[in-house]
Protein backbone atom coordinates (compact mmCIF):
# COMPACT_ATOMS: atom_id res chain seq x y z
CA UNK A 1 0.00 0.00 0.00
CA UNK A 2 0.87 3.63 -1.00
CA UNK A 3 0.44 6.45 1.31
CA UNK A 4 1.30 9.86 -0.19
CA UNK A 5 1.47 13.33 1.88
CA UNK A 6 1.37 16.29 -0.02
CA UNK A 7 2.72 19.62 1.40
CA UNK A 8 3.17 23.81 0.29
CA UNK A 9 0.29 24.95 -0.77
CA UNK A 10 -1.47 28.41 0.70
CA UNK A 11 -2.13 31.92 -0.14
CA UNK A 12 -0.37 34.17 -2.50
CA UNK A 13 -0.95 37.14 -4.85
CA UNK A 14 -1.41 36.61 -7.95
CA UNK A 15 1.88 36.70 -10.14
CA UNK A 16 3.62 35.19 -7.02
CA UNK A 17 5.01 31.56 -7.33
CA UNK A 18 4.55 28.33 -4.72
CA UNK A 19 5.95 25.21 -4.53
CA UNK A 20 4.26 21.96 -4.14
CA UNK A 21 5.59 18.82 -3.26
CA UNK A 22 4.28 15.34 -2.44
CA UNK A 23 6.14 12.14 -0.83
CA UNK A 24 5.11 8.73 -1.06
CA UNK A 25 5.60 6.23 0.95
CA UNK A 26 5.11 2.11 0.98
CA UNK A 27 5.54 -0.16 -2.02
CA UNK A 28 6.92 2.56 -4.44
CA UNK A 29 9.19 0.56 -6.42
CA UNK A 30 6.29 -0.07 -9.85
CA UNK A 31 5.73 3.62 -10.06
CA UNK A 32 5.77 4.79 -13.53
CA UNK A 33 3.60 8.17 -13.21
CA UNK A 34 3.60 10.74 -10.90
CA UNK A 35 1.63 13.92 -11.06
CA UNK A 36 -1.26 16.93 -9.97
CA UNK A 37 -4.69 16.99 -10.62
CA UNK A 38 -6.78 19.98 -9.42
CA UNK A 39 -10.16 20.31 -8.27
CA UNK A 40 -12.62 23.01 -8.17
CA UNK A 41 -15.89 22.78 -6.38
CA UNK A 42 -18.69 22.24 -9.05
CA UNK A 43 -16.32 21.80 -11.48
CA UNK A 44 -14.44 18.62 -12.92
CA UNK A 45 -11.00 17.61 -11.76
CA UNK A 46 -8.33 18.54 -13.86
CA UNK A 47 -5.06 17.09 -14.87
CA UNK A 48 -2.50 19.73 -13.84
CA UNK A 49 0.71 18.04 -14.95
CA UNK A 50 2.56 14.33 -14.55
CA UNK A 51 5.59 13.29 -14.95
CA UNK A 52 6.85 9.48 -16.25
CA UNK A 53 9.95 7.33 -14.46
CA UNK A 54 12.13 8.67 -17.68
CA UNK A 55 11.36 11.95 -17.39
CA UNK A 56 9.03 12.73 -19.83
CA UNK A 57 6.46 15.50 -18.94
CA UNK A 58 3.05 16.71 -20.01
CA UNK A 59 1.22 19.96 -19.13
CA UNK A 60 -2.18 21.05 -19.03
CA UNK A 61 -2.20 24.43 -21.62
CA UNK A 62 -3.33 26.31 -19.30
CA UNK A 63 -0.49 26.13 -17.24
CA UNK A 64 2.54 25.54 -19.81
CA UNK A 65 5.84 27.90 -19.31
CA UNK A 66 4.23 28.74 -15.79
CA UNK A 67 4.22 24.84 -14.27
CA UNK A 68 7.08 22.67 -13.88
CA UNK A 69 7.02 19.62 -12.66
CA UNK A 70 10.17 17.62 -11.27
CA UNK A 71 11.28 14.44 -9.54
CA UNK A 72 13.50 13.85 -6.93
CA UNK A 73 16.07 11.52 -6.92
CA UNK A 74 14.70 8.68 -5.21
CA UNK A 75 11.67 8.89 -7.37
CA UNK A 76 9.33 8.60 -4.34
CA UNK A 77 9.14 12.63 -4.52
CA UNK A 78 7.51 15.02 -7.21
CA UNK A 79 7.83 18.52 -7.02
CA UNK A 80 5.19 21.23 -8.54
CA UNK A 81 7.01 24.51 -9.38
CA UNK A 82 4.01 27.20 -9.75
CA UNK A 83 5.39 30.18 -10.93
CA UNK A 84 3.41 33.66 -12.39
CA UNK A 85 0.16 32.39 -10.65
CA UNK A 86 -3.26 33.13 -11.49
CA UNK A 87 -6.66 33.64 -9.71
CA UNK A 88 -7.95 30.65 -11.91
CA UNK A 89 -5.15 28.47 -10.31
CA UNK A 90 -6.86 28.69 -7.42
CA UNK A 91 -8.01 24.73 -6.49
CA UNK A 92 -7.39 21.83 -4.28
CA UNK A 93 -4.27 20.12 -6.21
CA UNK A 94 -3.96 16.57 -5.50
CA UNK A 95 -0.92 14.81 -5.80
CA UNK A 96 -1.42 11.30 -7.85
CA UNK A 97 0.74 8.16 -8.51
CA UNK A 98 0.24 5.54 -10.71
CA UNK A 99 0.51 2.38 -10.55
CA UNK A 100 -1.11 1.57 -8.31
CA UNK A 101 -3.37 4.66 -8.74
CA UNK A 102 -3.37 6.43 -5.36
CA UNK A 103 -4.41 9.99 -4.44
CA UNK A 104 -3.51 11.88 -1.78
CA UNK A 105 -5.59 13.74 0.57
CA UNK A 106 -5.16 17.22 -1.54
CA UNK A 107 -3.30 20.78 -0.36
CA UNK A 108 -5.33 24.03 -0.86
CA UNK A 109 -3.77 26.94 -3.10
CA UNK A 110 -5.41 30.21 -3.14
CA UNK A 111 -4.53 32.77 -5.72
CA UNK A 112 -6.21 36.22 -4.17
CA UNK A 113 -4.88 39.96 -3.50
Known amino acids: QVQLVESGGGLVQPGGSLSLSCAAS????????MGWFRQVPGQQRESVAYIRSEGATHYADSVKGRFTITRGDAKNTVFLQMNNLKPEDTAVYLC???????WGKGIQVTVSS
Open 96 to 102: YISPPLT
Open 26 to 33: GSIASINV
